[in-house]
């Protein structure tokens, strides 16, 4: 992640990689870079042309099988078969083993399926764009109307518990630091995603902008950014359009635009065993 830093001479990535696995997703990475190899894009250096590829991972090896695992070949074969159409959003790539509201399970109340979630704005020639895998220790709420729509569910399978009113009114009590804190296992739940946009902006504008951004994850994951959370956001620009609007234009619009992201990635879900999603859960409350 060093190279990214607004300090570092290298402005451009060629490639970034969201995926699963935890530690071992890394693996899927070098995937990518042989792709961009082969299509012969990269940085200048050296022997030729070198692709800077980044990538962002999500704890998910508790649900399912977690022997299996994103690999380079995988990342390869999604490089070769991606579109810029009918983009496929919910329990696919990263978001097949994310999962959102898991801060209560001491309390016996289990959390919910997500996945993949995608949004975009046009101002005129300017076009913003958002894609995110949320796996998240706390709920997902619709900003627009402040409810939960996929978290912490209650007991009597009624509707959500609400994860700050909860620890508010029971905080866990015993008589071991370890057993007082809620389950957030440091790193176990991690949101990531990408924010882009057209308009020409540098690197260090570009670090504002994804600043901004994810403020717009914060008004609809609550609570965000805990010690379990490994959360990054990516900002990029593909400087296609000179635009007039500013950086703080962009920002602003930016954050909307992950918000509505984090947001769908409640609302594309598709239930597995023991996490339901909101199709089947939260909209038949």
Sequence with gaps: MSLLQPVSFIQEVWGIVLSGGSSFGLASVPGAVRYLEEQKVGLKFGIGLVPIVVGAIIYDLGLGDASIRPDAEAAYRACK?????????????????????????????????????????????????????????????????????????????????????????????????AARVPEDPVFESTTIGVVATNAIFNKTEMTKIAMMANCGA??????????????????????????????????????EVVSEAVVQSAKMATSIPDWPAYRDYTAKL
Aim: charged residues 20%; contains cysteine.
């Design 81 to 177: 078969s991606a579109a810029v159409k009918s983009v496929a959003q919910g329990n696919v790539g990263a978001g097949a083993g994310a999962t959102v509201g898991k801060m209560l399970g001491q309390y016996g109340m289990r959390g919910m399926k997500a996945g993949v979630g995608m949004a975009s704005m046009r101002i005129g020639d300017v076009v913003i764009g958002a894609l995110m895998v949320v796996n998240a220790a706390g709920d997902i709420v619709d900003w627009k109307t402040g409810k939960v729509i996929a978290g912490a569910r209650r007991p009597d399978g009624k509707g959500f518990a609400g994860i700050p009113e909860t620890l508010k009114n029971r905080p866990p009590r015993s008589g071991t630091r």
């Design 218 to 255: 914060s008004r609809c994951i609550n609570p965000y950014h805990t010690p379990g959370n490994g959360d990054t956001l990516f900002g990029v620009s593909t400087r296609r359009v000179q635009s007039d609007f500013s950086l703080s234009v962009i920002g602003s619009l930016a954050a």
